[in-house]
């Protein structure tokens, strides 16, 4: 493909900053997840990297039908957008709980379904559930060493399934886990890694099933070790940040061959020395809970940032004197996920030219419910 591909013809109509999106690379993204699975139907997609109806709905068109979301908002989005099975991968608390229970009351072909991992959060959602006389699946969140959500394998663990199958207004829908850890760039690592972690989650899976529980189905894995969960198990598989791909992972995996499908449109503003420029890229037009380099330049290999702060990015680079003040620079984020929700729209780029815009729905934290 062109080394130019990410240019529109007209950035002139495009203010900045901007995130742009390619329709043709998210597309051929998705064929290769879909390929990689040998079906549509054990994907489960995560939409916090893109948090857009259309990418729901060019996924749709692929025969994907399952989603998962992080938010309440996100999970609203995807029953607007078509998706007939949304999994909500955070657990409801709160006032969360009612939100979550709202959808289902109203989009009555759509089958919600969220994690746990405590009882009383467990016994809450049985409660309000039963009120409003709705059946809730369940998954059971294991921790399988993130450390951030989930309970460990064991006794505790079972004894939450099973209050899950035995009180009225939930009822189980198997294992969800997240291996967000398993990072390893060598993939022999990861993958020895993850299939001492998958060993132990199938051993449990027999405990349950041995004491009579159900086990409908396991929710596993994100990008790093989506191959694995693809070609190893029967599991439905949920990578998040192959639609669009950023160059974190570009960078740390070798092994995930996926095309990158939204840019940062940015402009300079300012010239502050013979060998600097400034961007009007700051924190809140590109993720920045990360290190630098944020932001890789297509075209621009020597650049070291100096200054991010809130509206601007001070660049050091020896090709400084070959810019303008108004001068477009692209660049791929480090982290897409945070970066889009920065943006309320995308602005679309079709065969080299901006063809639309798409809100970027799910970066609010409320849309009705």
Sequence with gaps: MANDWHTPASPDEIPSPALLVYPERIRENIHRMVTALGQAERLRTHVKTHK????????TKAGISKFKCATIA???M?????????????????P?????LGLAGWFRDVRFSTIADDAGAVGALAEAAQAAGIT?????????????????????AITIYKLIDQLPGVEPAGLHLYDGHLHDSDPAKRLSKWQM???????????????????????GGGTPTFPFHAQHTDHECSPGTTLLWDFGYHDSFDDLDYLNAAVLLTRV????????????????AVAAENPHPRVQFIGLDNAEALVHSEEHLTLRTADAPDFKVGDCLYGIPRH??????????????????????????????KLTY
């Design 52 to 59: 857009m109806a259309e990418v729901v709905q060019m996924q």
């Design 74 to 76: 996100e999970a609203e």
């Design 78 to 94: 995807l029953g607007q957008a078509g998706a007939r099975d949304v999994l909500l991968a955070n657990q409801p608390v709160g």
């Design 96 to 100: 969360n709980i009612g939100r979550l």
């Design 136 to 156: 809730l699946p369940v998954w059971l969140d294991l921790d399988v060493g993130m450390g951030r959500t989930g309970i460990a394998l064991g006794q505790a």
């Design 197 to 219: 972690m998958i060993d132990k989650v199938r051993s449990f899976r027999t405990n349950l099933e041995t004491a009579g529980l159900p086990v409908p189905g396991v929710v």
């Design 269 to 284: 503003i300012s010239k502050p020395g013979s060998d600097c420029i400034t961007l009007d890229l700051g924190h809140k």
């Design 336 to 365: 897409i996920c945070p970066t889009v929700a920065l943006y309320d729209r995308a602005h679309v780029i079709r065969g080299g030219k901006l063809a639309d815009q798409w809100q970027v729905t799910a970066r609010a934290r």
